[in-house]
């Protein structure tokens, strides 16, 4: 018996259990409306995608090549159109999530206006969009099952069985559009209780796995800005350990953690970490300060601090501004520091924010990582902040150089430039691209890869493409060529645009509740009809 069939054959024993009294119930349509609403709360979500997200990192420590993918998204529609399209395109959703970035609600969903990343949001507008995304999934699903019980319908009409137990075999076997959300927390906003109380809100509204940085929160930046200040260990484990608890308390017990570090580009530090014995972590994090050597009371300036490093007294460089400065080439031993006692005390994945798209940068500072703890994981950012053209373009010059190739053509630092967008040189950058995301799972443990801010610059681009032609001579054929004839022939759901804000949906609800007297916005009179 189909798991369809089953519910159905429960329900109509519920409605004859009442004795009359629900005669004007269907239980076939209660049934349907069950199968379009699968997750009843965000928790039933969290808990769905969390165990989905534990087998894709176990697949992944078994195969590299099994990494998974996802694409930042501002808006419930954007996330939902991204996975209908992955469905339509790929047939299926394993492995493809949605990424939620900080910096696109801080840029495009603050009451404020747009904003700098630098936690200024309102950080309720963080779970609030990731409710909204799930909203938006949720409805993907109830749109395509409406579709596929209107199948089942008609094969009964026309008295076909075949297609009938075909129809009913997809609705079984129905692939939800519901994916993990990696979900940006930036650095907690606030102290760890300010951690825990917005983890979870995020939790509850579905969040399976939350990220966290490693920055002070009230003087966070954008990874790819300048002045990050981090905080000690001791600190990020407390925040991590608030994210932990929120889990642990909502019964999302495989939720996931995913630990960044931002030593790379942040040479700064707010507070000098209190060590108790020499080597241990407070000694470890001091050590890559920058500082200078005391000898008297007269090398030293009123206000100044000293610390006692390795049985010398030192004064750390403290800025004008009170922070603390670190050696200039400590970035990486910092970043290994981060990821393994991030690893030991409960992160489950790492990201390290680095400054370019380079696979031997980040698999040096792996390998120094998974010497200690062999099964690190990494989430990395393919962000839109690289220019991918000429850093790749520039790697393959570094490359041929290095092997003594002939490089007279090209000038280094021009390499952006279009003359060379034919060139056998910008061709192999194009390769190195095209096979970035397979080589870095291969060879830096890259478990997971996303863009962060895609769907911003998507949105740009084609409002920037139609507004040149409408506004132009073009006129409506800029519309109409550029924008719903390309979704006629890709076979875009977007479209029937009444239907995919839930005209049908609407319908068929009309018709269970009213029966033949359900007055109906589908019939031959809606234009939509027009798009087959």
């Known amino acids: 018996m189909s798991i369809y069939q089953s519910d159905l054959d429960a329900l109509n024993r519920l409605c004859r259990e009442q004795e009359g009294r629900w005669d004007n119930i269907n239980p076939e349509s209660v049934a349907r409306m069950r199968a379009q609403n699968r997750f009843r709360t965000g928790l039933d979500i969290a808990r769905y995608t969390a165990s989905i997200m534990r087998r894709d990192m176990q697949e992944y420590d078994r195969d590299p090549s099994r990494y998974t993918q996802s694409l930042g998204c501002w808006h419930g529609f954007i996330g939902q159109q991204k996975m209908i399209s992955i469905k339509k395109h790929h047939g299926t959703t394993r492995g493809r999530y949605l990424y939620l970035s900080g910096w696109m609600i801080a840029a495009l969903r603050s009451e404020f206006g747009p904003l700098p990343d630098q936690s200024m949001h309102e950080k309720t507008s963080v779970p609030a969009l990731i409710e909204e995304l799930y909203t938006f999934l ?309 478990f997971h890869h996303l863009i962060t801010l895609p769907t911003y610059h998507t949105a740009a681009l084609s409002t920037d493409e139609l507004a040149q032609g409408y506004f132009g001579e073009a006129g409506m054929l800029a519309y109409v060529a550029g924008v719903q004839r390309q979704e006629i022939r890709r076979g875009m759901a977007s479209v029937k645009h009444q239907d995919m804000a839930g005209s049908n949906i609407g319908d068929d609800h009309k018709e269970y509740f009213s029966g033949a007297s359900a007055l109906k916005a589908g019939g031959t009179l809606n234009t939509m009809n027009q798009f087959g």
């Open 138 to 446: 949720r409805q993907a699903d109830a749109r395509e099952l409406t579709h596929l019980f209107r199948e089942l319908d008609q094969a009964r009409k026309q008295g076909n069985e075949v297609a009938a137990r075909g129809a009913l075999e997809k609705i079984d076997n129905f692939e939800t559009h519901v994916v993990p959300i990696i979900a940006d927390i930036d650095a907690g906003f606030g102290n760890e209780e300010a951690t825990y109380l917005l983890a979870k809100k995020m939790i509850e509204a579905g969040a399976c796995c939350i990220q966290l940085e490693n920055q002070v929160s009230d003087a966070k930046q954008c990874g790819h800005q300048d002045g990050k200040v981090t905080v000690p260990h001791e600190d990020f484990v407390a925040k991590i350990n608030a994210v932990r608890h929120a889990f642990l308390e909502l019964g999302v017990d495989d939720g996931v953690i995913v630990a960044r570090t931002d030593s790379l580009g942040a040479g700064l530090t707010q507070k000098l970490p209190v060590s108790k014995e020499p080597g241990d972590l407070a000694h470890q994090y001091n050590s890559f300060l920058y500082t200078v050597p005391i000898c008297s009371a007269d090398d030293l300036d009123e206000g100044d601090s000293v610390i006692k490093l390795d049985g010398d007294l030192r004064k750390p460089l403290r800025l004008a501004n009170g922070l603390y400065r670190f050696r200039s080439d400590t970035g990486e031993d910092r970043v290994v520091l981060d990821c393994i006692n991030a690893l030991q005390n409960g992160a489950d994945l790492l990201w390290i924010e680095t400054e370019k798209p380079h696979i031997g940068q980040i698999a040096g500072m792996v390998d120094r990582i998974r010497a200690v703890v062999p099964d690190a994981k990494l989430v990395y950012n393919n962000s839109p902040s690289f220019n991918w053209t000429l850093n790749f373009r520039q790697q393959v010059f570094d490359r041929w150089e290095s092997e003594g190739r002939d490089l007279s053509a090209y000038d280094r630092a021009q390499l952006m430039s279009a003359e060379y967008d034919d060139s056998e040189l910008a061709a192999e950058a194009d390769r190195w691209v095209q096979n970035f995301q397979r080589d870095a799972s291969r060879q830096a443990g890259v």
